[in-house]
């Protein structure tokens, strides 16, 4: 077991160089061409959607890792079209990104992982990002400014860029992790080892695909799989975790300090990405308990989350529980609805199954009207339980998505 403690740091992973310039395919004008490059192959692990519909890039990402074994050096993002939906042409355009990539960093082209977020159904013009490949190269730097800016390039409806760090001592050498990711709308990842959510991940430890692949699963699980903002799952998500090795400092598969920092950053990330979601007025954290299983208490949390009555109450602060009473009644788990109690922050609103006697709905009402808020639930039945993070529905979100396109 490796002597690890966590340790506070803001600072870049050794070994990994970014950069983000204008390829033309917002057209907004704004950089929308993000690339990290390896300075030597990073071991690599990742997971992606588990829509059926899957765009090109993750199609040809996934052959990719299987062919290099685990092994990246160049990871290339554009932002404004998510070149899915567009068949042969769509993936013969990603594999002459990845292929211009490769012979503008020097690897092979099954080295370079390619990530598309943006409009559904619109060819990708190769063309453009690959054109300003020279200029990627010129600019690339490991400094917080260059991962700055290839944060920004990869936002579409997001209205500010997400990054999150950590650093931790294993057997006395300093393990930096480093996180960015995009997301604000289509927000309700199903990542499985199989407007969008894009993520990734870099550390200078030295991991071994097998184990990176391990750690990332866990943290994946109790944070990008515990948000959801609208319920719609994209054809895009991507998580992406490489590990660079500078450091030297080897992290075995049992460290808890290296997982307990990756599952830090990833939990930070995914509520960035749900405090920024589109429209969004209400964050909201639900605590469900004595469910059956943990597996049935995120069901029941899935199915409130997804309620669009629950969420327009959110929007409006009404305290109006009883639609928490009927999602938790149609999720599908096995309940007594006479043992359900729930809570609003420290406020009880209901006791076996209904209101309390000192209901307080303007206390209530008062509470719901903050940015962020917790709301408790106690099925009564068992041990299982979940954290799980959404938020309300809103005329702006409406607006935001029915314009999209145009």
């Given at each position: 077991?490796?002597?690890?403690?966590?340790?506070?740091?803001?600072?870049?992973?050794?070994?990994?160089?970014?950069?983000?310039?204008?390829?033309?395919?917002?057209?907004?004008?704004?950089?929308?061409?993000?690339?990290?490059?390896?300075?030597?192959?990073?071991?690599?692990?990742?997971?992606?959607?588990?829509?059926?519909?899957?765009?090109?890039?993750?199609?040809?990402?996934?052959?990719?890792?299987?062919?290099?074994?685990?092994?990246?050096?160049?990871?290339?993002?554009?932002a404004g079209n998510a070149n899915c939906a567009?068949?042969?042409?769509?993936?013969?355009?990603?594999?002459?990104?990845?292929?211009?990539?490769?012979?503008?960093?020097?690897?092979?082209?099954?080295?370079?992982?390619?990530?598309?977020?943006?409009?559904?159904g619109v060819p990708l013009p190769a063309e453009?990002?690959?054109?300003?490949?020279?200029?990627?190269?010129?600019?690339?730097?490991?400094?917080?400014?260059?991962?700055?800016?290839?944060?920004?390039?990869?936002?579409?409806?997001?209205?500010?860029?997400?990054?999150?760090?950590?650093?931790?001592?294993?057997?006395?050498?300093?393990?930096?992790?480093?996180?960015?990711?995009?997301?604000?709308?289509?927000?309700?990842?199903?990542?499985?080892?199989?407007?969008?959510?894009?993520?990734?991940?870099?550390?200078?430890?030295?991991?071994?695909?097998?184990?990176?692949?391990?750690?990332?699963?866990?943290?994946?699980?109790?944070?990008?799989?515990?948000?959801?903002?609208?319920?719609?799952?994209?054809?895009?998500?991507?998580?992406?975790?490489?590990?660079?090795?500078?450091?030297?400092?080897?992290?075995?598969?049992?460290?808890?300090?290296?997982?307990?920092?990756?599952?830090?950053?990833?939990?930070?990330?995914?509520?960035?990405?749900?405090?920024?979601?589109?429209?969004?007025?209400?964050?909201?954290?639900?605590?469900?308990?004595?469910?059956?299983?943990?597996?049935?208490?995120?069901?029941?949390?899935?199915?409130?989350?997804?309620?669009?009555?629950?969420?327009?109450?959110?929007?409006?602060?009404?305290?109006?529980?009883?639609?928490?009473?009927?999602?938790?009644?149609y999720s599908g788990v096995a309940i007594d609805?006479?043992?359900?109690?729930?809570?609003?922050?420290?406020?009880?609103?209901?006791?076996?199954?209904?209101?309390?006697?000192?209901?307080?709905?303007?206390?209530?009402?008062?509470?719901?009207?903050?940015?962020?808020?917790?709301?408790?639930?106690?099925?009564?039945?068992?041990?299982?339980?979940?954290?799980?993070?959404?938020?309300?529905?809103?005329?702006?979100?409406?607006?935001?998505?029915?314009?999209?396109?145009?």
């Open positions: 077991m490796n002597d690890s403690s966590l340790i506070p740091s803001e600072a870049l992973p050794l070994g990994f160089r970014f950069a983000a310039v204008k390829a033309g395919i917002k057209p907004s004008g704004k950089p929308d061409f993000a690339v990290a490059v390896a300075d030597k192959p990073a071991s690599a692990a990742a997971m992606f959607t588990g829509n059926r519909v899957v765009a090109a890039p993750i199609i040809v990402g996934r052959r990719h890792l299987a062919r290099s074994a685990g092994q990246v050096r160049v990871v290339a993002v554009n567009t068949g042969q042409i769509g993936i013969e355009a990603c594999e002459r990104v990845c292929a211009a990539a490769a012979a503008t960093f020097q690897c092979e082209g099954h080295e370079v992982i390619p990530s598309s977020t943006g409009i559904i453009k990002p690959i054109s300003v490949l020279p200029e990627v190269a010129a600019s690339l730097g490991a400094t917080s400014e260059r991962f700055a800016q290839f944060a920004r390039a990869i936002m579409t409806t997001d209205t500010k860029p997400k990054t999150a760090y950590a650093s931790l001592l294993v057997d006395g050498r300093t393990v930096r992790i480093a996180g960015v990711c995009k997301g604000a709308g289509m927000i309700h990842p199903q990542l499985v080892p199989h407007a969008t959510m894009l993520v990734y991940i870099f550390t200078d430890a030295a991991i071994a695909p097998a184990a990176l692949d391990a750690f990332l699963r866990q943290s994946v699980e109790v944070s990008f799989n515990r948000i959801s903002i609208d319920g719609d799952t994209s054809t895009n998500d991507t998580v992406l975790l490489l590990a660079s090795g500078v450091s030297g400092a080897a992290v075995n598969a049992d460290d808890k300090a290296f997982a307990a920092a990756l599952t830090q950053i990833c939990t930070s990330l995914a509520k960035q990405i749900v405090d920024d979601g589109e429209g969004v007025t209400h964050v909201v954290e639900l605590q469900i308990e004595g469910a059956p299983t943990d597996r049935d208490a995120l069901i029941v949390a899935k199915a409130i989350a997804h309620s669009p009555l629950v969420k327009t109450a959110w929007a409006g602060s009404d305290p109006n529980w009883g639609r928490l009473m009927a999602a938790t009644g609805p006479d043992r359900i109690a729930i809570w609003f922050g420290d406020l009880q609103i209901c006791s076996n199954g209904g209101r309390v006697a000192n209901f307080d709905e303007a206390a209530a009402h008062a509470y719901l009207k903050q940015r962020e808020f917790t709301v408790r639930i106690d099925l009564g039945i068992g041990n299982g339980s979940c954290r799980f993070w959404t938020t309300d529905l809103t005329a702006e979100y409406v607006r935001i998505n029915a314009d999209y396109s145009s």
